[in-house]
Nanobody, 123 residues
Framework: VQLQASGGGLVQAGASLRLSCTSS????????VGWFRRAPGKERAFVSA????????TYAESVEGRFTISRDNAKNTVYLQMNNLKPDDTAVYYC?????????????????WGQGTQVTVSS
């Protein structure tokens, strides 16, 4: 399975972006998908995840209420709507498909990774 993340860019604080994660195969529709990010000089961190049915989601506390994850299995795509962006959200964002169908923040549960998309938020 190959994952392609897109939608990043340079925006001002308070703006919105929508990231997309498209899978090369329908296999990912049976897997939970998560978003992670790596800020400069920091470890990769969990952002959000969605179950394969799309009925369960989980968020990092730092993005709760500002970010929304969703998926369209017919399009093999998972979205991350990011609103009210802050400079602290600046990072490379990665999507990943989990081994199972349950949304999880456990990074070791993710088997397939996309290449990342840069999000830069200026103050």
């Amino acid at each position: 399975v190959q994952l392609q993340a897109s939608g990043g860019g340079l925006v001002q604080a308070g703006a919105s972006l929508r990231l997309s994660c498209t899978s090369s195969r329908r296999t990912s529709s049976n897997n939970a998908v998560g978003w992670f990010r790596r800020a400069p000089g920091k470890e990769r961190a969990f952002v959000s995840a969605i179950s394969w049915r799309g009925d369960r989601t989980t968020y990092a506390e730092s993005v709760e209420g500002r970010f929304t994850i969703s998926r369209d299995n017919a399009k093999n795509t998972v979205y991350l709507q990011m609103n009210n962006l802050k400079p602290d959200d600046t990072a490379v964002y990665y999507c990943a498909a989990a081994r199972g169908s349950t949304a999880t923040d456990v990074i070791s549960e993710y088997r397939y990774w996309g290449q990342g998309t840069q999000v830069t938020v200026s103050s």
